[in-house]
């Protein structure tokens, strides 16, 4: 059997004196309280935008590189549901569609977003879950299954919010983004 010397009580401290190392090491090189606490520049201003995505791990990447393609690096909000505007609207995920409509009032209120962008992706497992896998054996019906989710979230978005710029869009699974819509 496995001794193990640590107490769950011991953690903490260890984490403590690591916090009071690291900060004495910053003070010595001349960083101190300034660095510390002030807020950068960069980051004290308001947001451009909330992203709608969903969270599937094979299109994180390429979610920050369309992001920082249309110049937002750094400046918006970032909304996960899986099923992006299928996790905003489907019956199936009705806990999740309050959860959408309260961080867009929480990124309004906070970060004073002017904009919303859903990007909605094929292969999608959520979209599967909640309206049938058969959707994503053709394309184009799949694209027509989420312009048919997309389009009408982006509708009630602009119903409540009469200021706000929508933009949806459809990502394949190798990154490429097609518009979906008028903003196209
Ligand atoms: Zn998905």
Same mark, same amino acid.
């Given at each position: 059997m496995e001794i193990c010397n640590c107490t769950a009580a011991e953690t903490p401290n260890r984490d403590h004196q690591y916090s009071r190392r690291s900060f004495v090491k910053l003070g010595s090189l001349g960083l101190g309280a300034s660095l510390l606490f002030s807020p950068s520049p960069a980051r %004290?201003? !308001?947001a451009d935008a909330l992203?709608?995505?969903c969270m599937d791990y094979r299109l994180v990447d390429d979610l920050v590189r369309f992001m920082d393609s249309k110049g937002l690096t750094d +400046?918006?909000? $970032?909304v996960i549901l899986a099923g992006a505007a299928a996790g905003a609207t489907a019956e199936k995920f009705s806990s999740w569609n309050k959860t959408?409509? #309260?961080h867009l009032q929480v990124a309004i209120d906070l970060h004073k &977003? $002017? +904009?919303v962008i859903v990007v909605d992706h094929r292969d999608c497992g959520a979209y599967k879950i909640a309206y049938g896998p058969e959707h994503t054996k053709d394309p184009a019906l799949e694209r027509a &299954?989420? !312009?048919a989710v997309l389009l009408p979230? %982006?509708? #009630?978005?602009?119903? +409540?919010y009469k200021d706000l $710029? &929508? #933009?949806t869009y459809l990502m394949a699974l190798d990154g490429t983004v097609e518009p979906i819509g008028e903003h196209a």
């Open positions: %004290a201003g !308001a992203l709608l995505s +400046k918006y909000d $970032h959408f409509w #309260e &977003v $002017h +904009k &299954v989420h !312009a979230l %982006a509708l #009630e978005i602009r119903q +409540k $710029h &929508v #933009e």
